[in-house]
């Protein structure tokens, strides 16, 4: 894994997250993951992140599809707006 560091953790790079994402077969979009959390530092809250890969994985638990298999927001998504 490449890219910069804090602390142990190692940021990931767009190819790394790509690469995850294609091992599990999710529909996170890698480059908005990477530049949501690179907006955000790294941070998960006020704590540094220390696992994307387990990050990765929530976002596909967060990720709703509809019948056709298309991404949907999920419902505390809609709550955003």
Avoid: H, Q
Avoid at 21 to 34: G, H, M, Q
Avoid at 51 to 61: D, G, M, P, Y
């Amino acid at each position: 894994m490449k890219g910069n560091t804090k602390g142990n953790f190692k940021i990931p790079t767009i190819i790394d997250i790509k690469e995850y994402c294609n091992e599990r077969k999710n529909t996170v979009d890698p480059e908005t993951f990477f530049d949501f959390y690179e907006s955000k530092d790294w941070l998960i809250g006020k704590n540094k992140m220390k696992n994307w890969r387990a990050c990765v994985r929530t976002w596909e638990k967060n990720t709703v599809k509809d019948k056709t298999g298309r991404k949907e927001l999920s419902n505390k998504d809609y709550n955003k707006f």
